[in-house]
């Protein structure tokens, strides 16, 4: 059973579209992520959510809304979308904030997104 | 806010042998999380070591041990005895205390085992 699952894995669009990626965990966990890999590899947090909260927002353009119904799907929903966006997305979900000890990480496979 | 910098874009090793990759970070936290992370061809990030700021005592992992160095806000990863299958892109992340916030990443090093 995949812990963190994503969908699509592969997204080729054209500029100006309007593209979803969704995300699940069933790891029981409360807060998810969603990363941007971009083409030199570098990883940069663009959302939290804890318990279906956002509780981090890293300057990401407004055409990027997250959305999460429950605490076990975070989603992704990108407007209007441009060169730039093509990226690597990756999903990570943990347990709960304010737990003693060390909160790993848990990456979904990513979803390879490629704007025309 | 906190930094993170791996100086090696590119790192080689011959299989069988130690390589080290290195880590740098900047913070003005006493505690704090330190991770290394395994992102192979497959795209999959693996988690391969954690060290809790507040232990002294390095974390080790089976062929993985770090060289944790507190006062030089240092944390590297040594591979021993390096297979084919540790080849992959090496990323150094950190996080504030309580684990359950951002971590925030090196730019990674990619490491390429040699048969």
């Known amino acids: 059973d995949t812990a963190v699952s994503q969908t699509p894995k592969y997204l080729v669009t054209q500029m100006g579209n309007d593209k979803s990626i969704k995300c699940e965990q069933n790891?029981?966990?409360?807060?998810m992520y969603w990363y941007k890999q971009d083409s030199k590899k570098f990883l940069k947090i663009m959302f939290s959510?804890?318990?279906?909260?956002?509780?981090i927002n890293e300057t990401v353009p407004n055409r990027f809304s997250p959305k999460s119904p429950d605490k076990a799907h975070l989603n992704l929903h990108i407007n209007s979308l441009e060169l730039g966006d093509s990226a690597v997305y990756f999903c990570?979900?943990?347990?709960?904030?304010?737990?003693?000890?060390?909160?790993?990480?848990?990456f979904g496979e990513g979803s390879r997104l490629t704007v025309l | 806010a906190q930094t993170v910098t791996q100086s090696q874009p590119e790192m080689s090793v011959q299989e069988a042998e130690t390589v080290t990759l290195s880590c740098t970070y900047d913070t003005s936290e006493s505690d704090y999380y330190l991770f290394w992370y395994k992102q192979p061809p497959s795209r999959q990030m693996i988690l391969v070591i954690r060290?809790?700021?507040?232990?002294?005592q390095n974390a080790t992992e089976n062929r993985f041990s770090v060289n944790f160095q507190k006062a030089a806000k240092s944390f590297s990863l040594k591979i021993s005895d390096s297979q084919l299958g540790d080849a992959a892109m090496y990323f150094c992340a950190y996080s504030s205390q309580g684990g359950s916030e951002k971590l925030v990443f090196g730019k990674g090093t990619k490491l390429t085992v040699n048969p």
């Open positions: 060290q809790e700021a507040y232990k002294q």
């Open positions: 990570a979900s943990s347990r709960n904030r304010g737990l003693a000890g060390v909160a790993e990480l848990f």
């Open positions: 790891l029981g966990h409360d807060t």
């Open positions: 959510y804890n318990n279906k909260e956002l509780i």
